[in-house]
């Protein structure tokens, strides 16, 4: 079943087509990529889904609901999370602050009481601690805990924001460019945890410019180019694209 | 588990700490007699409450240059429930504060959208608004002003017609204004507003309604500011559109700005009253006062980034660390 489905997805830039004309599907469960040389729309894609920039034509279909005029917020608490290609963090927090700040939409008590502090609100207070503390340590950020997130070198930079997203316990793992900066050995680990991820149901789509790594943890992968689809298929398939390879390695001159 | 104890440690010295300025606070009228201290007292007293009020809109990422707008709208709300309606004190205060909070509401769910230079700018021409409107229409005393405010009536066997009985009311506004932000703060919606200021798009990703909660900052603080106007209306019994046009909203961001903008309490409370006593005391060289007020502030704001409370901490966790660090060594 589509867990999300775009359709004829339109964004035009001062006259420019962003993304033109883009439609495709994620299922239940997989891992899809989202793949394409620099500028080819696949951030602007990524904000059209996640509600930070409305489409001028188009729908996204969410679980079977259209959420194609919804709020970035909104489309977070349909179950929605996503990272960002910038490291966007709470860099003046703590590592463990970043996460725990990241829960909202688990909280059960009502503000009010929040503001009272009441017992039932300090266990539930307590709970997430709890699970703050499981996703770093889940992510290998947990001895990190205390360090400034302005402080940690970039690789777990882009952990953490994995982290921030995973808290917000979404249904679909929008990750655009988790693995940019980081050691064949980071890139190994981060590989490897964004399949576990997928193995506790979350469904994700990845942006990402390593091809082994991509072509190793798709089910399937779409290619654009100048904002539009050029490729759909499995791994293999793309592989043996002719159009694909000309989009990165140029049009051979027969 | 070591990191614990030293919490345990910290907020058990900070309680024993606030304890004593509390302590201090309530018995030192007994110790000042002058009636003109405690009236510096009293006006620094809400100084810092309006100063708590900008560092809750900059806890949530808003600059506010109009926090004397509401501080204006209470005390004129305030003196009009009581000299047109006959309401006590005690009735136009809450009342006051709740039409302030109302007002707020409705300023702040147009301008709250606009975070940014733009929402800064905003609250400033409100600001400016206000004061002309209170000067301009009779109906709210013009540039005159409104005098004949009644004192807050007694309370029990407690009369208001000392500076000592309005010093305990107005300390008692500014404690319960204090907690109640203190208990917001280090609720999940003072964590909010964190991140909200952190960073925008983050918390949007998070499922934060952003504006909603702006606008819930904006709401609360300009209501703490309402209260504070209506406490000084019934102070001073009479109120002038000047004593809220002016330097006023700068002078209330320069006291969480001095104090320090990350301490959200302490901050305004200390910026305020060094703003309020300092220049008393540079009376002496009367004119030349705004002048070296103004480059102290310069100096403060220039070589004292984070204010006199960020700087001590950059002190306090700098000598730490190194205390630490050779610690190791050993």
New interface residues.
């Given amino acids: 079943m589509a867990l999300l489905e775009i359709r004829n997805l339109k964004k035009y830039f001062s006259g420019l087509a962003a993304v033109n004309d883009v439609g495709f599907s994620v299922n239940d469960g997989e891992i899809v990529g989202l793949i394409g040389p620099n500028g080819a729309g696949k951030t602007t894609l990524f904000n059209l889904i996640?509600g930070?920039h409305p489409p001028d034509q188009g729908k996204v279909i969410f679980a079977g609901e259209d959420i194609t005029a919804l709020?970035?917020?909104?489309v977070?608490?349909k179950g929605i999370?996503?990272t960002?290609q910038a490291s966007?963090?709470?860099?003046?927090?703590t590592v463990f602050?970043n996460v725990?700040?990241?829960?909202?939409?688990q909280?059960r008590q009502p503000?009010w009481k929040?503001?009272?502090?009441t017992p039932k609100?300090k266990r539930e207070?307590q709970a997430i601690r709890k699970a703050a503390m499981d996703i770093l340590e889940f992510m290998g950020l947990a001895a990190l805990g205390?360090e400034l997130a302005t402080n940690l070198p970039h690789g777990h930079q882009r952990a953490l924001g994995i982290c921030?997203?995973l808290?917000?316990e979404p249904r679909l793992l929008l990750l655009d460019e988790p693995l940019t900066g980081m050691n064949p050995s980071e890139t190994m680990e981060i590989v490897r945890k964004i399949r576990q991820i997928q193995e506790k149901g979350i469904t994700i789509l990845l942006v990402e410019h390593n091809m082994r790594a991509v072509m190793d943890l798709c089910d399937r992968i779409t290619v654009l180019n100048y904002g539009r689809k050029i490729a759909e298929g499995t791994p293999e398939r793309i592989r043996k694209n002719r159009e694909v390879t000309e989009a990165y390695l140029g049009r051979e001159e027969a | 588990m070591g990191?614990s104890l030293i919490n345990r440690k910290m907020s058990k010295n900070r309680l024993i700490f606030g304890g004593m300025v509390l302590a201090a606070l309530v018995l030192l009228p007994l110790a000042v007699k002058n009636a003109y201290m405690l009236h510096l007292f009293i006006m620094a007293f809400i100084g810092i409450v309006l100063g708590m009020t900008f560092s809750m809109l900059f806890s949530a990422g808003l600059i506010t240059l109009g926090a004397g707008a509401f501080y204006a709208i209470g005390a004129y709300g305030s003196t009009l429930l009581s000299t047109r309606l006959g309401l006590s004190f005690w009735a136009a205060l809450p009342l006051s504060t709740l039409i302030t909070g109302i007002v707020a509401l409705a300023i702040g769910s147009i301008i709250v959208r606009h975070p940014g230079m733009a929402f800064t700018i905003i609250s400033l021409l409100f600001a400016h608004v206000v004061i002309q409107a209170a000067g301009q229409i009779e109906f709210f005393g013009g540039w005159g002003g409104i005098i004949g405010v009644e004192r807050p009536d007694p309370l029990g066997p407690i009369q208001f017609t000392t500076k000592t009985s309005f010093y305990y009311l107005i300390l008692f506004l500014l404690l319960l204004t204090a907690l109640v932000f203190h208990?917001?703060y280090?609720?999940?919606?003072g964590?909010?507003w964190?991140?909200i200021k952190?960073?925008p798009?983050?918390a949007?990703?998070?499922?934060?309604?952003?504006y909603r909660y702006r606008l819930l900052a904006f709401v609360i603080a300009s209501s703490a500011a309402g209260m504070a106007g209506s406490f000084y209306a019934h102070y001073f019994q009479m109120i002038t559109p000047e004593a809220f046009g002016g330097w006023l909203s700068i002078y209330i961001q320069l006291y969480a700005v001095l104090g320090g903008l990350e301490f959200y309490i302490l901050g305004p409370a200390i910026g305020a009253v060094i703003m309020t006593f300092v220049p008393e005391y540079l009376r002496i060289a009367k004119e030349m006062e705004p002048i070296i007020t103004g480059v102290f502030l310069l100096v403060i704001i220039l070589f004292f980034s984070g204010g006199i409370l960020g700087t001590l901490q950059r002190f306090w966790t700098a000598k730490k660390t190194s205390v630490l660090s050779g610690k190791e060594q050993l």
């Fill in positions: 996640s930070f709020r970035a917020d909104q977070a608490r999370g996503r960002f966007t963090l709470f860099m003046q927090s602050s725990f700040s990241a829960f909202y939409r909280y503000g929040a503001f009272l502090h609100v207070e205390g921030i997203a808290a917000t | 990191k208990a917001l280090t609720s999940r919606i964590r909010i964190r991140a952190l960073s798009p983050l949007e990703t998070l499922g934060i309604n952003l």
